[in-house]
């Protein structure tokens, strides 16, 4: 069995507990129309979240473009196993929000089941499948170009990449102005799979780190304050600066970080990161049973012990789903 980095998996958890905590908010506020002071708190532990999936793309650039991977072995393994999730539970997915809206199944749903999932009208939370099937079939392009290039042009790219993916539309946004300048290649995210690689590949100076962790601490009270005063103007999304740096100081004050722990807790966290895309996936069905089939509502009572049992609830019965569908082997072998 392939040893697992406990650090990386660390990551994972971190990430994972994150994205639930992102969506067990962002269905309190739509289901139940909060207002007041959990309303706030809960914009604020949302935005505060949102280094989540920087993070995963991160983890995902570390491990693929410092890794020997063709395009053959990239599409036959990577790139099927992310379309067979995508219609494994796309179609899942989509027959139960057909039932949750005509309370029937009928076999007539096919054809919307396929069109929902060519255009990637899905439960919210499975955008990510697409964006990231997008990166590994762009990935061994970016391994011949990043492993061609001295460290200078690397940084120079990583830079361009930054600045017409990230700053750019920063700048767009606060100002309301609308830049001109473009690359039509660049993206965020792929900004992010390429930069991960080069500082998980690189020694990274003393004083970078420090600068880092400053900025990722100033980013969250950015985050903190503009949700408490509500400043529109300030972006704040998965491809926004802020967010960026402080996915950049959480991966940095981890990346090869010793971990003295008990056997049983190493264990259960490398388990957990195992199993993270499965929980990123199925965690939603859980979701929505408890919102839209059950309607329990006691979150609505007790938004904050509510919110935590509800994380808690949540992590769990889609780590246990995902740890015991990973026991049948076609399960493990092609989809999780």
Partial sequence: MKKRIVWIDFLRVIGMLSIIMIHVVGNTINTYHLSGTPKVIYHIIEQSCYFAIPLFVMLSGMYFLNKDIDFSLMLKKYCKRILLLILVFGSFYVTLELF??????SIFYISDILYRILTGDLWAHMWYLYMILGL???TPFLRLIIKNIDEKTYKYLLILLYVFSVLIPDINYIFNI????TIQISSAYIFYYVYSAYIYSHDISKNYKYISIFLGLASII????SSIINLKNIPISYVTTPVFLVSNMIFLLFKNKEFKLPKKIQTLICSLGTCSLGIYIIH???INIIYKLLK??????????GFILYTIFFLLISYITIYLLRKIPIVKKYLL
């Avoid at 329990?296 to 012990?305: A, D, E, R, S």
């Fill in 100 to 105: 949750f809206e005509y309370k029937k199944i």
């Fill in 136 to 138: 590994y079939l762009i």
């Fill in 178 to 181: 609308k830049i001109g300048f």
């Fill in 222 to 225: 950015l985050i903190i304050v």
């Fill in 284 to 286: 939603q069905f859980y």
């Fill in 296 to 305: 329990i509502k006691f979150i609505l009572t007790f938004p904050y012990l």
